[in-house]
C-alpha cells in the first residue's frame, strides 16, 4: 500500500490566551514522507500548534499551508478532509464499540440504506489492520485491547479516512519498552510508505532512532529546526532548556528529621517504590505523562488503592485507604487536574480556600464567618492570591492564582499540612507566576520546617525549585539526583538512558 | 490586614447577623422571581378583591405549608447533586402508617407521629445507601422506591383509614396564635434549612458535594455521609408531611395520599432557583419557589380559572423560569469583566452561587 504525504507548512503563528502568549511567529515544515519530531518543556507550545492542526483552537495570526492551499484557520471537519488526523493521548476512541466500529465511526458503511453493513466494515477495518499484524480481529471491543493495541486503531482509523499527516502527541508515554519500539517500526513503514508525520515527545532517544527532522520550541517560539542527522543530543537539550537566568534560591540547609516515609509502595501501574521526605525539603518526582506520577502520589494520599508497601507519617504506619485520614495526619494533596479535581469553581475564593476547615474554624456548630475572613485574609495575602477579594469566583481567577487558592486550602491557620503533595503544580500556568510559586513553595518548607513533594515533567521546574529528584519511568524509581548534581541536563540524561 | 478592596460589611468586626442580612440582601435584588411574584400579587390583587384578606393569604400559607415542610430537604438533596423522587409515595406511607397506629393502637399521637416518620425514614435509609454508597443513580433508584413505596402502602391495607380523634387532628387544623399548626411547622422547616445551609460548615459542604464531589472528597469532606443522611432526612420529613396531610383531612387514602406531590415539590424548588445538577441554589429561593407556585393557583381560582388551566400555568411558570436562568447565565458569561466587577463588591460571605446566577 502506498500512501501519500502531505506537505504542511506553519506559517508564522501567533496564539495567546488572556494575556499569555503561548505561540510567537511560530513556523513549521513539515515535508511529505517524514517523521518530523516536535520538542519542548510543557508550555512550550506544543500542544497549541497540535490544536492549531487540528482545529481545536483557531491562531491570531497566521497561516497553515497544505500542499500549498493556505488556511487561516482549520475547523476540526477541514482539518480531517484535508488529511491532517491528529491523535491526541486519549486516542479518541469509544470504548464501547468494537475495532471497526471505531474505525468506521462517522463514516460507517450501509446497506439498505439505513442498516449499518457490519460485515463490510469488519473486512475493510481488517484490510486496514493488517498492515500492522494485530493479535486482535476487527471485532474486538476497543476497551478488551492494550493501550498499544488502542494506538493501532486509532492510526488504522486515521489512515482509514486517508490521512496524510499524522500527528501523534507523545505517543509512548503509556506504552512499556517493547511496545514502544514496536510502534516506533510500525511509523518508519508508514513513513516509507509515504505518510508525514508530526511526532510529540520528550524522549531523545525516541528523536535520533525515529526522526528525520527536529523542532525545538520554548516559551512559545522554535529556537532550533534541523535535520536529526545534523543535530547532538547535547544541542537539542540546550535548546530545550536555554540558558536562561535561575530563580535564585535560598542557601540550601541540612535537611530535618524525616517526616513522610514511602515503603515499597506499589500499586496499579506504579512501584514498588521506596523514598523518604524530611522536614525542610522539597523533592521532585521526575517523570513523564503515564510515568505513574499522579498514580503513586494518589496511592500515598489514600485516593487510590495500594497494594503493598507502606507508609510511615508522624506516629501513622500503614496505607491510607480514604482521603480524610490522610488529612487528618497532615497529608494534603492538589491534583493535576485543579479544575476537574480541585476547584469548585462557581464558588468563592473563600469557599475554596476554607473548604475543608469550616467546620474546625466553626463555633458550636455555626460557621465562624469573623473568623474565617481573618484566616483567609492572611493567607491570601501571604500568598499574594489576586484578587484577593473573599467574594470572587475562583472561576473568574487565572491559572496561577487559582493554583494559589489551592496551595491557601492547605497552608492556612486552621489547615495547616505538614507534607504537601503536588501534582504537576505549574501546569498552564505562565512563567511570572511559576516563580512565585517556587518561592513560596521554598519559604513554606523554610520557614515551617513542613515537606513538599511534587510532580514534574519539566526539568527546568525541577531544578528552579527542588532540592533533589527521584527520577521515575515506566512507574519504578530508576535514579536519585542529589541537590549538587542537580541539572536540566542531568535529568534529561537520566530519562533518557 | 492587607486587603484593600474588602468591602466594608466584610471586615471581621461583623457579626452573624450583619452576614445573614447581606446575604438576603443579596438574595433579593435582581432575583427574576420576586419581581415575577410580586407582578402576579399585584395583578391578582387588581383582579380580584377576595385576594388580600386574612383568610384568604392563611390559605396560601396553609396550602403551601406541606409542600415547604417537604420541598427544604429536598431542595438539599438535590444541591448536593441528588434527587429523591419518592417523596411522593413516602408521604402516602408516613400518612397511612400513622393513621394505623392512630386507629389500631392506644399508643396515642406522638407516638403515630413517630411510627409514621420511622417509616418515611427507613425508605430514606434505602435511598441512601443505594445512591451513596452503591453509587446507583438517584433518579432510578428513587423512581423504583417511589412505585415500590407505594405498592407496599397498598398491601399495608387498601382501605382509608380515618377517624383519628382531635390530638391527632390538630396536627393538621390546629392553630396556635391564630396561625395554622402546618404553617409553622413550615416556618420552622424553611428556619432550620435557612440556617444550615447558610450559617453552618455542613451547609458549604452540601454545596461543595453538589458543585465537585472529586474535589469534596480530595478535600476530605464526606461525601458519602453527608448526602446519606440527607435521604434519611428527607425520608423522614416526607412521612411527617403525610402525617399532616392525614391529619388535615382527617383520613388516609393509601391510593392518592401524596400521589404526584413529587412532582410540585421538584417544580417549586426548580422553580425556586435551584439547579436541578446541583451546587447552586438557596432556601430562600425555594421559600420563593413555593410562594409563587401557591400564589398563581390561589389568585387563579380566585378568578374561576379551571384546575387544568392552573396546571398549565404552574408547568409554564417552570418552563419560563427555566428559561431565564438560561438567558441571564448567558447574558453573564458575555459580559464576564462588568460582572466580576459587580460581584467583587459583594460581602465576604458570598451567597451561594445561585444567587449568583441569577443576579
Given amino acids: ?497 | 490586614m492587607p486587603t484593600p478592596n474588602l468591602p466594608s460589611d466584610a471586615s471581621p468586626r461583623d457579626g452573624r447577623a450583619r452576614a445573614v442580612l447581606s446575604r438576603l440582601r443579596a438574595h433579593m435584588v435582581g432575583n427574576v422571581l420576586i419581581v415575577g411574584l410580586a407582578l402576579l400579587m399585584i395583578y391578582f390583587s387588581l383582579a380580584s378583591s377576595a385576594f388580600w384578606t386574612i383568610s384568604n393569604l392563611r390559605e396560601i400559607a396553609l396550602e403551601g405549608a406541606i409542600l415547604s415542610i417537604v420541598a427544604v430537604p429536598e431542595a438539599l438533596i438535590i444541591l448536593s447533586g441528588f434527587v429523591d423522587l419518592s417523596v411522593g409515595s413516602v408521604l402516602g406511607l408516613g400518612g397511612v402508617v400513622a393513621g394505623l397506629v392512630m386507629t389500631q393502637t392506644h399508643a396515642g399521637t406522638l407516638v403515630a407521629l413517630l411510627a409514621g416518620m420511622g417509616a418515611g425514614a427507613a425508605v430514606g435509609v434505602i435511598n441512601g445507601v443505594l445512591c451513596t454508597y452503591v453509587g446507583m443513580s438517584a433518579i432510578l433508584v428513587t423512581l423504583g422506591t417511589l412505585t415500590a413505596v407505594r405498592g407496599t402502602t397498598l398491601l399495608v391495607t387498601s382501605l382509608p383509614i380515618f377517624g383519628f380523634g382531635a390530638g391527632f387532628d390538630f396536627l393538621g387544623v390546629g392553630q396556635v396564635a391564630g396561625i395554622p399548626v402546618p404553617v409553622l411547622f413550615a416556618a420552622a422547616a424553611f428556619l432550620i434549612g435557612g440556617v444550615y445551609l447558610g450559617l453552618t460548615p455542613g451547609g458549604r459542604h452540601v454545596y461543595a458535594i453538589g458543585v465537585n464531589r472529586e474535589a469534596a472528597y480530595l478535600s476530605g469532606i464526606s461525601i458519602r455521609r453527608l448526602p446519606f443522611l440527607l435521604f434519611i432526612l428527607t425520608g423522614a420529613t416526607a412521612a411527617f408531611g403525610g402525617v399532616l396531610f392525614a391529619a388535615r383531612l382527617d383520613s388516609a387514602p393509601p391510593g392518592t395520599l401524596g400521589v404526584g406531590f413529587e412532582l410540585t415539590v421538584l417544580t417549586a424548588v426548580l422553580l425556586g432557583g435551584v439547579a436541578f445538577e446541583g451546587g447552586r441554589g438557596s432556601i430562600f429561593g425555594v421559600l420563593l419557589g413555593v410562594l409563587f407556585l401557591g400564589v398563581l393557583q390561589n389568585g387563579l381560582t380566585l378568578m374561576n380559572v379551571t384546575d387544568f388551566w392552573q396546571q398549565v400555568a404552574s408547568g409554564c411558570a417552570l418552563i419560563v423560569a427555566a428559561g431565564l436562568d438560561i438567558v441571564s447565565s448567558r447574558a453573564r458569561v458575555s459580559s464576564g469583566g462588568r460582572r466580576l466587577r459587580r460581584i467583587s463588591l459583594r460581602p465576604a460571605q458570598s451567597p451561594p452561587a445561585g444567587a449568583a446566577a441569577r443576579r
Fill in chain 1, 1 to 497: 500500500m502506498t500512501l501519500v504525504g502531505a506537505h504542511v507548512e506553519v506559517r508564522s503563528l501567533r496564539k495567546s490566551f488572556g494575556g499569555t502568549v503561548a505561540l510567537d511567529d511560530v513556523s513549521l515544515d513539515i515535508r511529505p514522507g517524514e517523521i518530523h519530531a516536535l520538542l519542548g518543556h510543557n508550555g512550550a507550545g506544543k500542544s497549541t500548534v497540535i490544536r492549531c492542526l487540528g482545529g481545536g483552537i483557531s491562531p491570531d495570526a497566521g497561516e497553515i499551508a497544505i500542499n500549498g492551499t493556505a488556511y487561516r484557520r482549520l475547523a476540526p471537519r477541514e482539518a480531517m478532509s484535508a488529511g491532517i488526523a491528529v491523535i491526541y493521548q486519549n486516542l479518541g476512541l469509544i470504548s464501547a464499540l468494537t475495532t471497526a466500529e471505531n474505525i468506521f465511526l462517522g463514516t460507517e458503511l450501509r446497506k439498505f440504506a439505513i442498516l449499518s453493513d457490519r460485515r463490510a466494515q469488519n473486512q475493510a477495518a481488517e484490510r486496514e489492520l493488517a498492515q500492522f499484524q494485530p493479535d486482535f480481529t476487527a471485532t474486538t471491543p476497543v476497551d478488551r485491547l492494550s493501550i498499544a493495541e488502542q494506538q493501532l486503531v486509532a492510526i488504522a482509523k486515521a489512515l482509514h479516512r486517508r490521512a496524510t499527516l499524522l500527528v501523534l502527541d507523545e505517543p509512548t508515554a503509556a506504552l512499556s519498552d517493547a511496545e514502544a519500539t514496536a510502534l516506533g517500526s510500525r511509523l518508519r513503514e508508514l513513513r516509507d510508505q509515504g505518510l508525514s508525520i508530526l511526532y510529540v515527545t520528550h524522549l531523545l532517544k525516541e528523536v535520533f532512532d525515529l526522526t528525520d527532522r527536529v523542532t525545538v520550541m520554548r516559551d512559545g517560539q522554535v529556537i532550533l529546526s534541523a535535520r536529526t542527522s545534523k543535530t547532538s543530543s547535547e544541542g537539542i537539550v540546550e535548546a530545550i532548556a536555554g540558558r536562561r537566568p535561575q530563580v535564585p534560591r535560598p542557601a540550601p540547609k541540612p535537611p530535618g528529621e524525616p517526616i513522610l516515609g514511602v515503603n515499597r509502595l506499589a500499586g496499579d501501574r506504579f512501584g514498588p517504590i521506596s523514598f523518604e521526605l524530611r522536614a525542610g525539603e522539597v523533592v521532585a518526582i521526575f517523570g513523564p505523562l503515564g510515568s505513574g506520577r499522579t498514580e503513586l502520589l494518589e496511592a500515598i494520599f489514600g485516593r487510590r488503592p495500594a497494594v503493598a508497601g507502606s507508609i510511615t507519617l508522624g506516629r501513622f504506619h500503614g496505607r491510607f485507604s480514604r482521603p480524610d485520614q490522610a488529612i487528618r495526619h497532615g497529608l494534603a494533596l492538589v491534583p493535576a487536574e485543579r479544575i476537574k479535581q480541585g476547584l469548585l469553581q462557581p464558588l468563592s475564593n473563600l469557599d475554596n480556600a476554607l473548604l475543608p476547615s469550616f467546620r474546625k474554624i466553626s463555633r458550636s456548630g455555626l460557621r465562624g464567618f469573623r473568623s474565617e475572613a481573618r484566616i483567609y485574609a492572611d493567607v491570601a495575602a501571604s500568598l499574594g492570591i489576586r484578587p484577593p477579594d473573599p467574594a470572587v469566583p475562583v472561576r473568574s481567577l487565572s491559572g496561577g492564582n487559582q493554583q494559589k487558592v489551592m496551595l491557601a486550602r492547605w497552608l492556612n491557620r486552621a489547615q495547616h499540612a505538614s507534607v504537601l503533595l503536588l501534582d504537576e503544580p505549574t501546569q498552564g500556568i505562565d512563567v511570572g507566576v511559576r516563580n512565585e510559586l517556587y518561592s513560596l513553595l521554598r519559604g513554606v518548607v523554610a520557614a515551617h520546617g513542613k515537606a513538599v513533594l511534587i510532580t514534574s515533567s519539566d526539568p527546568e521546574e525541577v531544578v528552579s525549585v527542588a532540592d533533589r529528584a527521584l527520577i521515575l519511568t515506566r512507574g519504578k524509581t530508576v535514579a536519585e539526583i542529589p541537590r549538587a548534581q542537580l541539572s536540566e541536563q542531568a535529568l534529561l540524561a537520566a530519562i533518557n538512558v
